[in-house]
């Protein structure tokens, strides 16, 4: 037997329970390409080292970068304001425009001009969601065909700590490939 006609199959238990098989071969069609890659963000400097590895990786693959800000608990965010206004005009979808504003999308958008100043040469945006960061990401995951999470681990003082007490629930749970950084 050649070494290229080695192929290793195996069922995958935990998407499917039929006999579906998934290929795992090394080879060109398998290594994955990446257009958006998502990085949740407690707004702390730590998170920023999970941000600093999704722009180097969006660098190299042309991916957009997507930063999500999850507020689990708005009584503790103190002097930080939201503003939302709705536009009566709907838009092109028939919803309803949403201007959004304040400190919180100030920061938000201050941590994408340092991203682009440090070397970010792709398109960055920001969500901002509110509820609790497990299940906001999972959510979020749902809704949107990400090609990657990129994460945190060692944040001792934020949800980040909470959300990986529940990594192993949210990593089962996604079909999307998630990269923890230590």
Known sequence: MKSED???TNVDVHKD?????TDYSISK???PSYSKILVPDDGKEFSDKALNYAISISNLSGAE???LRIIENIEKMGDTSVSVSQNIEP???GGFKHNV???LVTAMEEKIKKCEEAGAKNKMSY???VGHAADQLMKACEETRYDLVV??????DSWLRSLFSEARKIISKIDTPVLLVQ
Do not use: R
């Open 29 to 31: 069609s398998n290594i």
């Open 151 to 156: 994460m945190s681990t060692s944040h001792l």
């Open 65 to 67: 970068v997507v930063i």
């Open 91 to 93: 838009d092109a979808k």
């Open 6 to 8: 080695v192929k290793i």
């Open 17 to 21: 329970s039929s006999s579906k098989s």
């Open 101 to 103: 504003g304040g400190e």
């Open 127 to 129: 969500e901002i969601k």
